[in-house]
């Protein structure tokens, strides 16, 4: 607690600071003419298209969805204490294999099967994402996708933020950032997933040496903050740049100011809330035991 009373006025100060510095510059003459130059905007290229599918829909909310839910388990994961409930494989049947099946405590297990669901979703996402031409909306095609995404910061920065339509284009620092989870965060997760998976001590024993499992852990935890900080900062923006039309892109697939978004988007909002409050040891025990043994130890 005595930390919370002095990070919120530190940072409040910092905020303030960024501000005021940030004003300070675009009052210089030649930052002034940089954002002229540059307003924020790369130019997209020709065949570009406009608006968003509903595969794009139904991608955005299980991909939040999934990660909502990594990230709760990894966090368990992390902090918790003595495992009192196990998993195991049933080595039968089609997925019979030599070796003796891997005991994953329960949370270990939810948080791989989120994992495999992820990914499959993710997978999905970057086929149709190349095949509908969407790709060319977060993926930079010019170097002046930089000075760009320097000139947007700058004007967030200064609370004076850049008018852009996501209906039709993101600026340079939308388009980055985006490009960054998809193509850069994503596969780091699922890389150093990977090797921190129980599973891989069993089968990658040659490799082990290879991949050090200090600094993967590091960057697996690394590119959850990337997640979390990114799903804050996407979140605010979206609420605080015109809510409702934002909502209504990709959860009416429209671009106007009805509230079908608004309305949808809190319909996804309680259905995330009711599988959190749901996903409880004993609903995950029963639906573990449907692929496997589930192993009670009492502490």
Do not use: C
């Not at 990709?250 to 978004?261: H, K, P, Q």
């Amino acid at each position: 607690m005595r930390r919370l009373v002095w990070i919120i006025p530190v940072a409040l100060v910092g905020v303030v600071g960024i501000v005021l510095a940030a004003r300070w510059l675009r009052d210089l003459p030649a930052v002034a003419e940089f954002l002229v130059a540059f307003p924020g905007e790369s130019a997209l290229p020709a065949g570009a298209p406009v608006g968003f599918p509903a595969w794009l829909a139904w991608q955005h909310f299980l991909n939040g969805f999934f990660l909502l839910f990594i990230v709760r388990t990894g966090w368990q994961l992390r902090h918790q204490g003595r495992p009192d409930t196990f998993w195991v494989r049933r080595n039968t049947g089609l997925i019979r294999t030599k070796n003796p099946p891997t005991r994953l405590t329960l949370t270990a297990w939810f948080h791989l099967s989120l994992d495999s669901l992820w990914v499959l979703n993710g997978v999905v996402y970057v086929v149709l994402l190349f095949v509908s031409g969407q790709w060319m909306r977060v993926v930079p095609t010019s170097w002046d996708v930089i000075p760009n995404a320097l000139s947007a910061a700058l004007q967030y920065a200064s609370f004076d933020w850049p008018t852009t339509n996501g209906w039709i284009n993101y600026n340079g620092l939308q388009l980055l950032a985006y490009f960054v989870t998809i193509f850069i965060a994503s596969p780091l997760a699922i890389l150093t997933g990977l090797r921190l998976s129980p599973l891989w001590s069993v089968r990658m024993k040659r490799v082990t040496p290879f991949v050090p499992l200090g600094p993967t852990k590091t960057v697996h935890w690394l590119t959850m903050l990337w997640f979390l900080g990114f799903t804050a900062v996407h979140v605010t923006l979206v609420l605080t740049t015109g809510a409702v039309r934002n909502l209504n892109h990709l959860y009416a697939l429209r671009d106007d100011e009805s509230w079908i978004g608004v309305a949808v988007f809190s319909a996804s909002v309680i259905v995330m809330a009711v599988a959190w409050a749901t996903a409880r040891p004993a609903l995950l025990r029963r639906i573990a035991g449907l692929g496997g043994d589930v192993i009670h130890r009492p502490r």
